[in-house]
């Protein structure tokens, strides 16, 4: 599989069973948790882009198909890993069917798990990640795809920063 090379081999703890990787989502969307527009971003924000590399590079990324043919090929330094039921099997990426075959692949690589939309995506990952990186964008943007509802009370913030255009704030699921 792609990647596997960069990784070697997965992790362990001290008893030799397999640990489970963190499973988080990435997503910027705006305060009407706006996140696309016809297939694209609503915005362009490099500085999102480069926190987005950074956060994810060396990582496990798990998308939706749109999102895929948005990005228009695979996301560089990560294991790409694709959610479908129509793409043909394509060697550069690894195709699941379903969330939790998706799930079951990312857990196998053993490196942390961002899962990077689109809203479908999203909807069935906030079921189970145990942390959000959320960009909140400012401004008002128009589009058609949108962020599912969250319960942040059942969020703790655990780090914030602001950046030109946004402000960058993680959160950690309650216990
Ligand atoms: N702001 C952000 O952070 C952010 C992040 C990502 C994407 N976006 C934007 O969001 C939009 C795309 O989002 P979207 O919600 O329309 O599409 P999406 O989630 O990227 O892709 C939906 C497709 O993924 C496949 N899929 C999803 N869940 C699946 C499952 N459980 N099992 C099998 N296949 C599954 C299906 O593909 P098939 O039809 O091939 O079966 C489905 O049609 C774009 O505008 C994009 O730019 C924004």
């Given at each position: 599989?792609?990647f596997?090379h ?22 910027a ?9 016809r ?7 490099p ?6 590399r ?11 198909r ?30 699941c ?21 689109g809203a ?11 942390e959000m ?8 943007h128009?589009?058609d795809?949108?962020f ?18 946004f ?9």
């Amino acid at each position: 599989m792609q990647f596997l090379h960069v990784f070697g081999s997965q992790p362990r703890n001290l008893t030799g069973t397999m640990r489970q990787p963190v499973l988080a989502l990435i997503a910027a969307l705006d305060n009407q948790r706006l996140i696309g527009a016809r297939g694209e971003l609503p915005w362009h924000l490099p500085e999102d882009l480069k926190l987005f590399r950074q956060l994810t590079v060396g990582n496990t990324v798990v998308m939706g198909r749109k999102t895929f043919d948005a990005l228009g090929s695979p996301l560089p330094g990560r294991h790409n890993i694709v959610l479908s039921r129509t793409l043909d099997d394509r060697p550069e990426v690894t195709l699941c069917r379903t969330f939790s075959q998706a799930l079951a692949a990312s857990r196998q690589i053993g490196r942390p798990v961002f899962f990077i939309g689109g809203a479908s995506v999203y909807r069935k990952a906030l079921e189970i990640v145990d942390e959000m990186h959320i960009s909140w964008i400012a401004g008002d943007h128009r589009g058609d795809t949108w962020f599912p509802e969250v319960d942040f009370s059942h969020w703790r913030v655990v780090e914030e920063r602001d950046f030109e255009g946004f402000r960058y704030v993680r959160y950690r699921r309650k216990p």
